[in-house]
T-cell receptor, first 114, second 111 residues
Framework: DAGITQSPRHKVTETGTPVTLRCHQT?????MYWYRQDPGHGLRLIHY???????DKGEVSDGYSVSRSKTEDFLLTLESATSSQTSVYFC?????????????FGPGTRLTVL | GQQVMQIPQYQHVQEGEDFTTYCNSS?????IQWYKQRPGGHPVFLIQ?????EVKKQKRLTFQFGEAKKNSSLHITATQTTDVGTYFC???????????FGKGTLLTVNP
């Protein structure tokens, strides 16, 4: 498996609280992605990064922000968590972002918002 | 926008039976990738198809890419309990960097 870790692995929080999820890679890959996975919806892209301080929105970015101050770290922040953000969050990385590039996924973070 | 649809959503088989999942795109794809996610796990890359009509095999798994590069299939011969999981197809979306994933097919195998 690629060197990707996510923290925390599990989190329970309350509605309205801020939450930050961390993705850390040791592969020095340029591209990093945050997905959420929900039953019946598959994997949906939240935000992605194509370099340090270079980020862009995915298809379900409302309520989420990201930051990437170092190549190895990509943070996902829920400014004010809502119950609809209860999900499993996966980070992924890819070396070049080319169309034929493979994405490597981290182990995931299970977030529950009460 | 581009959509990638997968059918069936669920498939339950007896061990030893064959299994096929289908992936259809609303637009022509430059390539298609397949991933497998074991229960409780994370998606893991299986294979990529690039050429029109391409067929690739990995042991009991056969992957096909349609002639028009808008559909693909994954066929598993003689399923085993180790094949249990969700199989996703994914195609590049728009510019580089992003993949559109199908919703996946959950395969369960009865021993």
């Amino acid at each position: 498996d690629a060197g990707i870790t996510q923290s925390p692995r599990h989190k329970v929080t309350e509605t309205g609280t801020p939450v930050t999820l961390r993705c850390h890679q040791t592969e020095n890959h340029r591209y990093m992605y945050w997905y959420r996975q929900d039953p019946g919806h598959g994997l949906r892209l939240i935000h992605y990064s194509y370099g340090v301080k270079d980020t862009d929105k995915g298809e379900v970015s409302d309520g989420y922000s990201v930051s990437r101050s170092k190549t190895e770290d990509f943070l996902l922040t829920l400014e004010s968590a809502t119950s609809s953000q209860t999900s499993v969050y996966f980070c992924a990385i890819s070396p070049t972002g080319d169309r034929t590039d493979t994405q490597y996924f981290g182990p995931g973070t299970r977030l529950t918002v009460l | 926008g581009q959509q990638v649809m997968q059918i069936p959503q669920y498939q339950h088989v007896q061990e030893g039976e064959d299994f096929t999942t289908y992936c259809n795109s609303s637009t022509t794809l430059s390539n298609i990738q397949w991933y497998k996610q074991r229960p409780g796990g994370h998606p893991v890359f299986l294979i990529q198809l690039v050429k029109s009509g391409e067929v690739k095999k990995q042991k009991r798994l056969t992957f096909q890419f349609g002639e028009a590069k808008k559909n693909s299939s994954l066929h598993i011969t003689a399923t085993q309990t180790t094949d249990v999981g969700t199989y996703f197809c994914a195609g590049p979306r728009g510019s580089n960097y992003k993949l559109t994933f199908g919703k996946g097919t959950l395969l369960t195998v009865n021993p």
